[in-house]
C-alpha cells in the first residue's frame, strides 16, 4: 500500500511538471507554443563536416515565446517535437546539434475583418474581438522590443528587405539557384526551385525588373520562435512585410518571342514576405523563410 501510494504520488508529480506553464519573465506569465515539425537541422561531429538528423526520441527541442504581460495568463500551451541523430552520428561522439531555421512560419498573418464601434464595445463577442486583436498587437511588440535590443533599426532593416526583395526575385528570375541558396531558408529554397523548374518547363527566358522607389513597405507582425524553454535568448524571430511595389515582366519561349507579360508597362503588384533571423548566432543574416497568399 506505501509503494502503491508513493507511484500515485510521483505520477502526480510528473503531471504537475508537464502541465506547468514555462519560464516566467518579471513578475509576469509567459506562454510557450511548439514547434510543430523541425526539419531544418544538421549534426555537426569535428571532422566529419554536415549530418543530417531524423526523428526520434533522443533529443527533445522546445518552443518558448515568452510575454511579459499578465493578459497571457490562459494562454498557456506547451508542444515539443523530438529528434533523434542517426546511427553514424551517435557512433562518432562528441555530437553537437544546431538549428538552422525553424522551419515554419509562427502565426501567419491574416489580414482582420473590420467590426462597428457599437459591436466592438457593446457584446460580448467585440470584447472577445478586442481582447484578441490587443494580444496579436502586444506578441508584435514584444518581439520587436526584443530585436531593437540587438540593434535593430526599423529604417535600416526596411533597406535591406528591400534590397533582398529586389535581389531573390533577380536571382529567380535569372534561375540563379546557386545564389538563390544563400537568400532564403531551406525549406523555402525548396519551394523556390521547384518553381523555377516549373517555369522553365513553360518559358525559355523571363524578365523581371523592380521601379523603384517602392510604393510602400510596412510590418503587418513580428514573432518570436524560441529553441530553448531554459533560455529565452535563444531565439528565432520572424517580421511580416508587405511590398506594394511597381513592377515589369516579360516572358519568352524558346525563338526569344514574347508570350507573357510587356516590359514596357509597369504592374503594380503586392507581396507579403516573411523574413527570418537568428538572435543567438553572432553571424546571422536576415533571409527569407515564407511567402503569404492573401
Known amino acids: 500500500m506505501a509503494f502503491r501510494s508513493l507511484h500515485q504520488i510521483r505520477a502526480l508529480h510528473r503531471t504537475a511538471q508537464i502541465s506547468e506553464s514555462s519560464h516566467l519573465l518579471g513578475s509576469a506569465r509567459s506562454y510557450a507554443s511548439g514547434i510543430s515539425t523541425v526539419p531544418e537541422l544538421y549534426c555537426r561531429n569535428k571532422g566529419h563536416g554536415a549530418l543530417p538528423c531524423t526523428h526520434g526520441s533522443s533529443i527533445t527541442l522546445r518552443s518558448a515565446m515568452a510575454v511579459e504581460l499578465p493578459i497571457f495568463l490562459n494562454d498557456t500551451r506547451l508542444l515539443s517535437t523530438q529528434v533523434k ?8 561522439g562528441a555530437l553537437k546539434v544546431a538549428m538552422l531555421s525553424p522551419g515554419f512560419i509562427y502565426e501567419p498573418y491574416t489580414p482582420r475583418e473590420k467590426i462597428s464601434f457599437l459591436k466592438r464595445w457593446f457584446t460580448r463577442s467585440g470584447w472577445r474581438r478586442t481582447k484578441e486583436d490587443i494580444v496579436l498587437e502586444l506578441k508584435s511588440a514584444y518581439a520587436i522590443t526584443k ?7 526599423k529604417n535600416l532593416f526596411y533597406k535591406e528587405a528591400i534590397q533582398l526583395y529586389k535581389e531573390i526575385n533577380t536571382l529567380m528570375a535569372n534561375g540563379d539557384k546557386n545564389s538563390l541558396r544563400k537568400a532564403v531558408t531551406e525549406k523555402m529554397f525548396s519551394e523556390l526551385k521547384n518553381e523555377i523548374k516549373q517555369r522553365d518547363s513553360i518559358w525559355n ?3 523581371w525588373e523592380m521601379v523603384e522607389p517602392v510604393v510602400k513597405i510596412r510590418t503587418l507582425r513580428a514573432r518570436l520562435i524560441g529553441v530553448d524553454r531554459n533560455d529565452l535568448e535563444k531565439v528565432f524571430i520572424q517580421l511580416t512585410l508587405e511590398f506594394l511595389t511597381k513592377q515589369k515582366f516579360e516572358a519568352y519561349d524558346s525563338n526569344g518571342s514574347i508570350v507573357s507579360g510587356d516590359k514596357s508597362k509597369e504592374v503594380l503588384v503586392r507581396d507579403i514576405w516573411v523574413f527570418e533571423k537568428s538572435l543567438f548566432h553572432d553571424k546571422a543574416f536576415w533571409r527569407l523563410c515564407g511567402r503569404i497568399s492573401l
Open 85 to 92: 541523430a542517426p546511427a553514424q552520428a551517435r557512433q562518432m
Open 147 to 153: 530585436l531593437r535590443k540587438k540593434g535593430y533599426s
Open 205 to 207: 527566358k523571363v524578365y
